[in-house]
């Protein structure tokens, strides 16, 4: 059936479909759009003055709740421990629920359709939503990595890029859908991410990698078109900054952005079809040959035999000899002794490995530094004197800026990595050094200072987690990704709280009761307070900045102790692996049409 569509000039248009909708580059489609909604927890700043007026928080009350959101996307431990067990569809249903219930819980409070929650069940409730955030992450993008091993730096960078630019993909959906309404934000943000998780929810899904020498290009391709994307978000937003935009055409721009997001679905189609035709003039090339293989049954035999005899075997004779040594030692006797970096560790080896105590320090100051600056955006704009209508383009800017330093550290680390052996960790130090410029304009209150640290704080957030994850998955392997990914984020929410909640809101709130006693004012019950002037932030980001500069620190010694790591080939089990695959597949395929070939018309 498939060489009459050959035959017939033309692909078969069944078959073609469904190869594109089963095959790879579909699912890193399908895991680019599930990204790219995923990225909720980073639109805090949107709707957050909604919470803090309609509830009557104070500042260190909205810190808590925002530590609560950043506890939940970043504690993905659950998820991850749930994908060990089961395939990916099951951990992206779960998230999918949890992201509906707890936003729609948080919009019916704000909206006041339910009475006034108490603090812990609003902390409840965003804690809920944003969790699906690492459900989400676990699902999409761990089996993303799986599939991809040795373009991982790329595919972290590319799928954590489209997360970034979520906000600003979200914030023109929703000001074409409902206009300036930002508490209706929270309802779009409850159901559009759900909507499109269960919708692709059975592409999303563990294949057998495949060395693909194309590869690389390929995600190049992807990248280019999301540059474009994110290009033409800025010039949205640099329009929509200078000139009132009516609802109308917030539409006819969502549309073009709508039509910019689906273009990477080009490029899945156009490798789907160079594979077709390449597997049918396989397919055509091999008819002829089916006579020469029809001499016996035992001749097949021998051919799909001998191959074995070669490095699959000893693969798996190695695969039952570590089987039988991991159930002789117990994982808890192991625990202080690890094999050696990139070969893959039990979930204690890693979690009590000093080089992931490094990183999960490193990550609360850089992380918990920037995340601090990101989540109080709009309030530093306010006590900065910052029209209203500004901060959704500090939001949208470091939308855009977070997917920048995503995808740049991932490809260029990578690049680096392959081609110079530069240690994927420095890129990280030197991320962490950058990141003090951003929170040093905040502390000074430097006239329109904020716009450039916006660009620095989400260049430099996004670069981050790429970094982290990969390096995790280069220093630790990939057997139990899953929980080592869903750990390493975990260090988030500690910074968060530290620097966010113990540090900011704490010196945000000091302040402005400092401010109302000048005054001689007296807060009023369930009466937010507002702080006004340079004053409200500077000390704590100074503190930030201090804090990063240390983690900054903390990482070369971490860069020093993987060196030698570094140095050498670490991607060379994995194109091992793939090369034995790929034999096992042309063996297949060998017995395939000796089975065949009798019934060609051959005679045995």
């Given at each position: ?17 469904v190869?594109?909708?089963?095959g ?15 990225g ?8 957050s ?10 500042q260190?009350?909205l810190?808590?709740?925002s ?65 699906s955030?690492?459900?989400?992450n ?6 993303a ?41 929270i ?15 059975r592409?999303i ?28 978000l800025?010039?949205?937003i ?5 000139y009132?935009?009516?609802q ?5 721009s ?11 679905l ?19 090339g091999?008819v ?11 001749s097949?035999?021998k ?40 070969e ?12 992931m ?10 992380v ?14 306010k ?69 450039f ?56 709130d ?8 000048a005054?001689?004012l ?8 507002d702080?006004?002037?340079?004053e ?21 010694i971490?860069v ?13 089990k ?8 790929e034999?096992e597949?042309?063996?297949a ?7 065949g070939?009798p ?6």
């Amino acid at each position: 059936m498939v060489l009459a569509g050959v035959y017939g000039g033309g692909p078969n248009m069944g078959g073609f479909a469904v190869q594109v909708i089963t095959g790879r580059w579909f699912m890193v489609f399908a895991a680019i759009l599930i990204m790219a909604a995923a990225g909720a927890t980073y639109m805090f700043g949107l709707y957050s003055a909604d919470i803090k007026e309609s509830l009557g928080y104070d500042q260190s009350t909205l810190n808590l709740l925002s530590f609560f959101k950043d506890l939940g996307s970043t504690v993905g431990i659950l998820s991850g421990l749930i994908n060990e067990v089961t395939p990916p569809w099951v951990v992206l249903s779960i998230g999918a629920v949890l992201n509906f219930f707890g936003y729609f819980m948080i919009w019916l409070a704000v909206t006041e359709k339910i009475s006034k929650p108490k603090v812990w069940q609003m902390c409840l409730y965003i804690y809920i939503g944003a969790n699906s955030q690492s459900f989400a992450n676990t699902g999409a993008l761990v089996t993303a990595v799986k599939n991809f091993p040795e373009s991982r730096g790329v595919v972290l960078g590319l799928l954590k890029g489209f997360v970034g630019l979520s906000g600003a993909i979200i914030t023109q959906l929703y000001h074409a859908v409902y206009d300036d309404d930002s508490k209706s934000l929270i309802l779009m943000i409850g159901w559009l991410p759900t909507v499109i998780s269960f919708v692709f929810l059975r592409t999303i899904r563990i294949m057998k990698v495949v060395r693909n020498e194309k590869e690389l290009k390929v995600f190049y391709r992807f990248l280019y078109m999301s540059l474009g994307l994110a290009g033409f978000l800025m010039v949205l937003i640099i329009l929509q900054k200078k000139y009132h935009f009516s609802q109308g055409e917030y539409g006819i721009s969502a549309a073009a952005m709508v039509g910019l997001l689906f273009l990477p679905l080009s490029i899945v189609i156009r490798e789907e079809l160079l594979s077709w035709r390449t597997n049918k003039k396989r397919a055509l090339g091999s008819v002829p040959k089916l006579e020469v293989v029809t001499e016996t049954s035992d001749s097949a035999a021998k051919n799909t035999t001998n191959p074995a005899k070669t490095e699959p075997v000893s693969t798996s004779e190695s695969d039952a000899k570590t089987t039988e040594e991991a159930k002789e030692a117990s994982c808890w006797t192991t625990v202080f002794q690890p094999p050696s970096r990139g070969e893959d560790f039990t979930i204690l080896q890693a979690l009590f490995s000093l080089d992931m105590l490094i990183l999960f320090f490193a990550t609360i100051c850089g992380v918990g530094g920037t995340l601090t600056a990101i989540d109080n955006l709009g309030q530093i704009g306010k006590s900065l004197g910052y029209p209203k209508r500004t901060t959704s383009t500090f939001v949208s800017l470091v939308s855009i800026w977070n997917y920048l330093g995503r995808v740049v550290s991932g490809f260029v680390s990578e690049h680096l990595l392959q081609k110079y052996k530069f240690p994927r960790t420095l890129v990280l130090t030197l991320t962490l050094v950058l990141s003090c410029v951003g929170h040093l304009l905040i502390a000074f209150g430097v006239p329109n200072g904020l716009y450039f640290a916006s660009v620095i704080i989400g260049f430099c957030f996004g670069a981050q987690w790429p970094l982290i994850f990969a390096i995790v998955s280069e220093l630790f392997g990939l057997k139990y990704y899953s929980t080592l990914y869903n750990f390493g984020s975990s260090a988030s929410p500690v910074g968060a709280y530290l620097l966010n909640v113990r540090v900011a809101g704490y010196l945000y709130d000091k302040e402005a009761k400092k401010q109302l006693k000048a005054l001689g004012l007296v807060r009023k019950a369930g009466e937010d307070l507002d702080c006004k002037g340079v004053e409200c932030f500077r000390l704590a980001f100074l503190i930030i900045t201090a804090v990063t500069i240390f983690g900054a620190v903390i990482s070369l010694i971490l860069v020093m102790r993987t060196r030698k790591f570094y140095k050498s080939d670490i991607y060379k089990k994995f194109r091992e692996e793939a090369m034995a695959a790929e034999q096992e597949m042309a063996l297949a395929a060998v017995a395939k049409d000796a089975i065949g070939g009798p019934k060609t018309g051959t005679k045995e």
